[in-house]
Nanobody, 123 residues
Framework: QVQLVESGGGLVQAGGSLRLSCAAS????????LGWCRQAPGKERAFIAG????????YYTNSVKGRFTISRDNAKNTVYLQMNSLKPEDTAVYYC????????????????WGQGTQVTVSS
């Protein structure tokens, strides 16, 4: 099991960019598929991006496709979310998540979660 700690959130103007990081501790980081989810005020937590164990496969929901990029560095036990062209509707708490995987695929459902980092986009 990996423990996850997010960082990089903050306040940004619409059209700006932020890069979130999620550092993982624990063993066998490269055996875990990873993802990012977010929870906006008054809404349920929602999956937005996922990446496979190797980093070779990624998936994005339509809400962020073309604006956000998920990546991972298995040597640093870290997963990233580069967020560009941010909109006020991107305001949410962002969580990284992990799931043990025996294949190099992307998941929408995860098993372990970080504590989250707040992203606020002003108009």
């Amino acid at each position: 099991q990996v423990q996850l700690v997010e960082s990089g959130g903050g306040l940004v103007q619409a059209g700006g960019s932020l890069r979130l990081s999620c550092a993982a501790s624990g063993r066998s980081f490269s055996l875990y598929a990873l993802g990012w989810c977010r929870q906006a005020p008054g809404k349920e937590r929602a999956f937005i991006a996922g990446i496979s164990r190797s980093g070779g496969n990624t998936y994005y929901t339509n809400s962020v496709k073309g604006r956000f990029t998920i990546s991972r560095d298995n040597a640093k036990n870290t997963v990233y979310l580069q967020m560009n062209s941010l909109k006020p509707e991107d305001t949410a708490v962002y969580y990284c998540a992990s799931r043990y995987s025996d294949s190099d695929i992307v998941y929408r459902v995860y098993e372990h979660w970080g504590q989250g980092t707040q992203v606020t986009v002003s108009s």
